[in-house]
């Protein structure tokens, strides 16, 4: 995902009207609430929640900036992280990192204080999408520029291997040993086994350009991945075949699935969040697509809550826009 300069806003959609059994209905959209203002433009990019903390973290070009949920007042930040991306909690050893893509390097913070421990040197350039998996004890970044996966030791702090890819590798989700992400430029799916560190599958995913956001199912094993030719590709997590296709909103970037609702979720900057009902496995009903707001490209959702944020320019002010049922 490349930094854009714009202003941040988290446009709040609540998930808990979004039940229908198959599409989803004109009575369920969720309306404007409030918004909340907080400072001067900066560059932007993946933005993530501690559940337990109940903080959302936003990435802000330099820093991070930490807002308290609900009540969206910052409550600190975490400086000097140059470039950075992307947000990843380790909630077993209260550590947090974040993924500094000019600097080439990781963060890593005190999740209980936000208070900087140690910066990493990663065996990449431009480290994006971060991923942290507990039962190894290992962060990954996924590094853009040098087509290649840093593995960290966690607990140790150290870089213990290097993963060679064959593109541009962007969102990545893990389960049951495996680490599955989305690689931008050659339209593909790449599987990692934790274990060994080493990169065991390469799927093609047709009718998908240039994916970007992955959401898995874990229960049904269905990976989905969001493509900008206004497509969502649902790919078999066991075998790598393609089961189904949706069309989506344009220019998407972030992709959610919530199993209480299955449903998932594509933030698209074209200015939607298309909203697509699970039926099963292998079909889904056609996307229902909320406005929002022009550059609303990625997103974090508290599964508890049924509460989705959503980065977007808003009136050149940097502001947390907020949605959901009245």
Same mark, same amino acid.
């Given at each position: 995902?490349?930094?854009?300069?714009?202003?941040?806003?988290?446009?709040?959609?609540?998930?808990?009207?979004?039940?229908?059994?198959?599409?989803?209905?004109?009575?369920?959209?969720?309306?404007?609430?409030?918004?909340?203002?907080?400072?001067?433009?900066?560059?932007?990019?993946?933005?993530?929640?501690?559940?337990?903390?109940?903080?959302?973290?936003?990435?802000?070009?330099?820093?991070?900036?930490?807002?308290?949920?609900?009540?969206?007042?910052?409550?600190?930040?975490?400086?000097?992280?140059?470039?950075?991306?992307?947000?990843?909690?380790?909630?077993?050893?209260?550590?947090?990192?974040?993924?500094?893509?000019?600097?080439?390097?990781?963060?890593?913070?005190?999740?209980?204080?936000?208070?900087?421990?140690?910066?990493?040197?990663?065996? =990449?350039?431009? /480290? @994006? *999408?971060?991923? $942290? +998996?507990?039962?190894?004890?290992?962060? &990954?970044?996924? #590094? !853009?520029?040098?087509?290649?996966?840093?593995?960290?030791?966690?607990?140790?702090?150290?870089?213990?291997?290097?993963?060679?890819?064959?593109?541009?590798?962007?969102?990545?989700?893990?389960?049951?040993?495996?680490?599955?992400?989305?690689?931008?430029?050659?339209?593909?799916?790449?599987?990692?086994?934790?274990?060994?560190?080493?990169?065991?599958?390469?799927?093609?995913?047709?009718?998908?350009?240039?994916?970007?956001?992955?959401?898995?199912?874990?229960?049904?094993?269905?990976?989905?991945?969001?493509?900008?030719?206004?497509?969502?590709?649902?790919?078999?997590?066991?075998?790598?075949?393609?089961?189904?296709?949706?069309?989506? =909103?344009?220019? /998407? @970037? *972030?992709?959610? $699935? +919530?199993?209480?609702?299955?449903?998932? &979720?594509?933030? #698209? !900057?074209?200015?939607?969040?298309?909203?697509?009902?699970?039926?099963?496995?292998?079909?889904?009903?056609?996307?229902?697509?909320?406005?929002?707001?022009?550059?609303?490209?990625?997103?974090?959702?508290?599964?508890?809550?049924?509460?989705?944020?959503?980065?977007?320019?808003?009136?050149?002010?940097?502001?947390?826009?907020?949605?959901?049922?009245?």
């Amino acid at each position: 995902m490349s930094l854009k300069k714009q202003v941040i806003a988290s446009a709040i959609l609540s998930g808990a009207a979004l039940t229908a059994t198959s599409a989803v209905g004109a009575n369920d959209m969720p309306s404007w609430i409030q918004n909340w203002t907080l400072g001067t433009p900066s560059h932007w990019d993946y933005i993530d929640i501690d559940v337990l903390r109940h903080r959302l973290f936003l990435s802000r070009g330099d820093h991070v900036q930490v807002l308290d949920l609900p009540s969206g007042k910052t409550t600190g930040e975490i400086p000097n992280t140059n470039g950075v991306h992307g947000i990843a909690f380790a909630q077993d050893l209260k550590l947090g990192f974040t993924s500094n893509g000019k600097a080439n390097t990781v963060t890593v913070f005190d999740l209980d204080t936000l208070a900087v421990k140690q910066e990493i040197k990663v065996s =990449g350039t431009n /480290p @994006d *999408a971060i991923l $942290y +998996d507990q039962q190894s004890h290992q962060l &990954y970044t996924f #590094n !853009g520029k040098s087509a290649n996966v840093t593995v960290i030791d966690a607990n140790s702090l150290q870089v213990v291997a290097t993963i060679a890819t064959t593109g541009k590798p962007e969102f990545a989700v893990n389960n049951a040993g495996k680490i599955f992400f989305n690689v931008e430029d050659k339209a593909e799916l790449h599987v990692i086994d934790i274990a060994s560190n080493k990169l065991i599958a390469k799927w093609p995913l047709p009718h998908c350009e240039e994916p970007t956001g992955l959401a898995m199912d874990v229960k049904n094993a269905r990976l989905f991945s969001v493509c900008q030719n206004n497509t969502m590709v649902v790919t078999d997590a066991s075998t790598g075949k393609q089961v189904a296709s949706v069309a989506i =909103g344009g220019h /998407p @970037d *972030a992709a959610v $699935y +919530d199993a209480d609702l299955a449903t998932i &979720y594509s933030s #698209n !900057g074209e200015g939607n969040l298309s909203v697509i009902k699970q039926i099963d496995a292998n079909n889904y009903a056609p996307a229902t697509n909320i406005k929002t707001f022009k550059g609303a490209r990625t997103m974090a959702m508290d599964i508890a809550t049924k509460t989705i944020y959503l980065p977007a320019i808003i009136d050149k002010q940097f502001a947390v826009m907020s949605y959901g049922n009245k």
